[in-house]
């Protein structure tokens, strides 16, 4: 099956800083998903991005189907942006998660 | 608009009870999913559904049991609760027009004594 990986495993920023959290995979892929689990454990959708490039706010991610990797970029951090950073992958519909980033945001 | 929500949110059984845990969208969503999430595993999926009367397995279906009667309801059991199945539960759902995102619910957190 496809494998997923992320890195890094963990990550300290300090307020203002920018960061790339990186998701690798193994076969080609039809589906990719970025997800923030916040402390409180809730999954939010953060990006639906198979191909291409995709901007909200002060988040962006990059998917680069034919080397089988996808970026996601955090700028000008927040202590909100604390918690879990998950990539999720699909060929069609059954999804694979990675292991995710853990972010701590300093104040 | 509620979207998808699960119950209870928290759980405490004994080991070999019977628990069944819910799911519910408002969305229509065709597709549904419940996933397990324990430390050091990411999210792993339990059980999947293509409508309603159509299931299948995912990764880790042993000791979990589905069904979907209705379209926006999606119970997952576990028919004897073992301590291995101490875990957060979460359902998802997802139209797969379009593409496959999929949205989740706040999650189940069951314990197993």
């Known amino acids: 099956g496809i494998q997923v990986e992320q890195s890094p495993p963990d990550l300290i920023l300090q307020e203002g800083a920018n960061s790339t959290l990186r998701c690798n995979f193994s076969?080609?892929?039809?589906?990719l998903q970025w997800f923030h689990q916040n402390p409180w454990g809730q999954l939010i959708n953060l990006f639906y991005?198979?191909?291409g490039t995709k901007q909200n706010g002060r988040l962006s991610a990059t998917t680069v189907a034919t080397e089988r990797y996808s970026l996601l970029y955090i700028s000008s951090s927040q202590t909100t942006d604390s918690g879990v950073y998950f990539c999720?992958?699909?060929?069609?519909?059954?999804?694979?998660f990675g292991t995710g980033t853990r972010l701590k945001v300093l104040a | 608009d509620a979207g998808i929500t699960q119950s209870p949110r928290y759980k405490i059984t004994e080991t070999g009870r019977q628990v069944t845990l819910m799911c519910h969208q408002t969305?229509?969503?065709?597709?549904m999913f419940w996933y397990r999430q324990d430390l050091g595993h990411g999210l792993r999926l339990i059980y999947y559904?293509?409508?309603?009367?159509?299931?299948d397995k995912g990764e880790v279906p042993d000791g979990y049991v589905v069904s979907r009667s209705k379209t926006e309801n999606f119970p997952l059991t576990l028919e004897s609760a073992t301590r291995s199945q101490t875990s957060v539960y979460f359902c998802a759902s997802s139209t797969l027009a379009g593409g496959n995102e999929q949205y989740f619910g706040p999650g189940t957190r069951l314990t197993v004594t």
């Open positions: 969305w229509s969503h065709s597709y």
């Open positions: 999720a992958v699909a060929g069609t519909y059954k999804y694979i």
């Open positions: 559904s293509a409508a309603a009367d159509i299931t």
């Open positions: 076969d080609s892929v039809n589906n």
């Open positions: 991005i198979p191909s």
